[in-house]
């Protein structure tokens, strides 16, 4: 598609994931024009130069499905998984400088979400996926993120985190240190075993640390059943999601006057949804705040990137360009 005036002004999002990278570009008015498919966008995994390989295929593509070329594109908004601590801005930057867009800017995937899920990119956002992080920022543009480096940094909730803890108290309700519990049998079943008397002497035999993230599923199917084991397992992982929370609310010093927005992101708070996290979520964050409301973005994070760029060149959202982003759905390019 090509330009309908010399005045159209043209925006990609690039939103860079473990797993994928995907960019989309948009006009001012929220049509979606091009859309763009490629490997891991986060350059702590494979490496900054296959991360910054990655995001220029995905912005080839998008750009070559839009009928445009790099000069048309008046502002990119990438928005990294990885981006996480100034380390990783003086990796990245050198990198996305050599992109052929003159005007860009940079920001961790999260922040992604929270434009998602905000009018005005203000409030706090929650993050739980395969892994977990919360992060927030205040009417003054102060940002902070609390968590997302791992169990030695204090992290103790994610897809990942949990799927270990269905794991461990599996083996637990087996060897009679927990409750009685479907743990081990679902555990088992999931793992391709009879019983969790095999998957205990494969698991030491095989010297195995590592288990499949998918366990997460089995977790949130035995509390479904009514399992207490997952239950508590659940609620404990809401806790920590709560103390995220409060503590990036802390941090930002509240906000005052305001019912605070809590965007929440990702597989296990938009998919799993699973009553008994939410509840203890909530309660938690209810210790200490009175008026808060969560949200869940009806729109993909890329468009967040998008509309973090429109922010940059003052370009309103409009109620007809938000149902467009929220209507475009995900990584289909």
């Known amino acids: 598609m090509k330009k309908e005036t010399e005045h159209m002004a043209y925006i990609m999002g690039v939103d860079g994931g473990n797993s994928k990278t995907f960019a989309v570009i948009a006009d001012e008015e929220g049509r979606l024009l091009g859309r763009g498919l490629a490997g891991c966008g986060n350059h702590q995994v494979p490496g900054i130069d296959e991360a910054i390989a990655?995001?220029?295929?995905?912005?080839?593509m998008a750009l070559e499905q839009a009928g445009l070329n790099?000069?048309?594109?008046?502002?990119?908004?990438?928005?990294l998984a990885g981006a996480d601590r100034e380390k990783d801005f003086r990796i990245?930057?050198?990198?996305?400088?050599?992109?052929?867009?003159?005007?860009?800017?940079?920001?961790?995937?999260?922040?992604?979400?929270?434009?998602?899920?905000?009018?005005?990119n203000v409030g706090v956002v929650l993050i739980c996926?395969?892994?977990t992080n919360?992060?927030?920022?205040?009417?003054?543009?102060?940002?902070v993120q609390t968590g997302g480096f791992g169990h030695l940094f204090g992290d103790r909730t994610g897809g990942g985190d949990m799927a270990k803890e269905t794991f461990s108290h599996a083996v637990r309700s087996w060897d009679l240190r927990e409750a009685p519990s479907i743990l081990p049998d679902k555990v088992a079943k999931h793992l391709g075993f009879a019983d969790m008397g095999q998957v205990f002497d494969h698991f030491l035999d095989q010297d195995i640390e590592q288990v499949p993230g998918?366990?997460?599923?089995?977790?949130?199917?035995?509390?479904?059943?009514?399992?207490?084991?997952?239950?508590?397992?659940?609620r404990r992982a809401g806790e920590e999601l709560g103390?995220?929370?409060?503590?990036?609310?802390?941090?930002?010093?509240?906000?005052?006057?305001?019912?605070?927005?809590?965007?929440?992101?990702?597989?296990?708070?938009?998919?799993?949804?699973?009553?008994?996290?939410?509840?203890?979520?909530?309660?938690?964050?209810?210790?200490?705040n009175e008026r808060f409301e969560f949200i869940i973005p009806k729109m993909a994070p890329v468009y967040g990137a998008v509309l973090l760029a429109m922010d940059r060149l003052g370009i309103p959202a409009t109620d007809t360009m938000l149902r467009r982003f929220e209507a475009y759905g995900g990584y289909q390019a």
């Not at 990655?54 to 080839?60: C, F, L, Q, Y």
Request: glycine share 12%; hydrophobic share 40%; charged share 25%.
């Open 243 to 288: 103390r995220g929370a409060n503590s990036v609310i802390r941090r930002l010093g509240g906000f005052p006057g305001d019912a605070i927005r809590i965007v929440t992101v990702g597989s296990v708070v938009q998919e799993g949804r699973n009553p008994h996290l939410l509840a203890a979520m909530r309660e938690k964050i209810a210790e200490e």
């Open 70 to 79: 790099e000069a048309d594109i008046d502002y990119v908004q990438y928005g």
């Open 214 to 234: 998918s366990l997460t599923i089995v977790l949130h199917e035995a509390a479904d059943e009514g399992d207490e084991l997952a239950i508590r397992l659940l």
């Open 134 to 143: 919360a992060a927030g920022r205040n009417r003054e543009g102060l940002t």
């Open 129 to 131: 996926g395969s892994g």
């Open 92 to 120: 990245l930057r050198p990198g996305l400088a050599g992109l052929p867009f003159p005007n860009w800017d940079v920001v961790c995937d999260t922040y992604e979400g929270l434009r998602a899920g905000t009018p005005d």
């Open 54 to 60: 990655n995001i220029r295929k995905s912005a080839m």
